[in-house]
């Protein structure tokens, strides 16, 4: 199995910066794409980013142009870098990678157990 541990979350006022960071740990053979979702009180769980092993991104658009993921694959690590926050990014924001463990390699769908970032007005 595969596990997931976000970092990085908290309290900010509106218009600052913070920085998440997701380390996979356990006995894995290969990660293809990693991502940020977040989810706000009585809301679905939304897409906000994602990164396939080659470096190819896609945002959503509700983020594009404030917020910047990145990966180091030696480290199993995905980072999301969270600029010009606003009060509507608020939302428990969760990591997700598929990865292949070095007992069963077809990818499977892995999942962290989410940080909180509240933006203040």
């Known amino acids: 199995q595969v596990q997931l541990v976000e970092s990085g979350g908290g309290l900010v006022q509106a218009g600052g910066s913070l920085g998440l960071s997701c380390a996979a740990s356990g006995s894995i053979f290969s990660i293809n794409a990693m991502g940020w979702y977040r989810q706000a009180p009585g809301k679905q769980r939304e897409l906000v980013a994602t990164i396939t092993s080659g470096g190819s991104t896609n945002y959503a658009g509700a983020v594009k142009g404030r917020f910047t993921i990145s990966r180091d694959n030696d480290k199993n690590t995905v980072y999301l870098q969270m600029n010009s926050l606003k009060p509507e990014d608020t939302a428990v924001y969760y990591c997700?990678?598929?990865?292949?463990?070095?007992?069963?390699?077809?990818?499977?769908?892995?999942w962290g157990k989410g940080t909180l970032v509240t933006v203040s007005s």
């Open positions: 997700n990678a598929d990865a292949a463990t070095a007992r069963y390699r077809s990818a499977q769908d892995y």
